[in-house]
């Protein structure tokens, strides 16, 4: 397996996807792009899986779409074209995703972090926007990048493609947080454990609820989210949630430690 460019493992509930192609600090390459698309998948599928950890060997997490492969390519053959579905993949995984990272991203490696649920990054993970600098634009990536930074950051940074460091980024919301090294596995894992604790179909529809159009207002979405909210308490993952709390004990969808 010396060839392999993703790496999957599945241990206690939670499905580990592994970028490991340092040679090209884990661009988005053909292979790279087919390989993380079928971990995804396998992960989505995969009934023992709670929740997804995106990470990576090397020094940098990802840097964005391998522009050897692009350059001389036309628009309809350029390897971008398959990344909306990694986007995709991660933003509307049912299961929530936490990306890891102990080094660099840098543009479509940004929308990737952007389109996970959670991040977590050492203090020295740098981030760039760098499609300007190319000639390119951040397309595809402000579609899962804009919902989650502020307006007047992007702006900045959107033009300027300038590198901005781990706590600018948790501070403009791209990064949920920031952990030393020795510390990184923990921070992880505090949020994975946390995840696990929910009900699995009560984790997709909080996605969904997170991902849906905002109500004009309050009373404009009461009649809708009652609707929900019934739903799932009088759904059996609900009925044994209620049950457990109730005899002090862990709910059956609780991974075994």
Known sequence: MSDELVHYSVASGT???TLDSPHNRNALSAQLRRELRASLAKARHDE???VIVLTHTGKVFCAGMDLKEARGAGAGDQGVNE????LEQLWNSPKPVVAKLHGPARAGGVGMVAACDIAVAVPEATFAFSEVRIGVVPALISLVVLP???????????LTGEVFDAERAAQIGLISSVAPAEKLDDEVARYTNAIALGGPNALAATKEL??????????AGFKAMNALSARFFASEEGQEGITAFGQKRKPSWVPAD
């Open 210 to 219: 997170l991902a849906s159009p905002r109500h004009a207002t309050p009373s």
């Open 48 to 50: 023992t899986v709670r």
């Open 148 to 158: 989650r930074i502020t307006a007047r950051a992007a702006q900045e940074l959107f």
């Open 83 to 86: 990344f909306p579905e990694i």
């Open 15 to 17: 499905a580990t996807i």
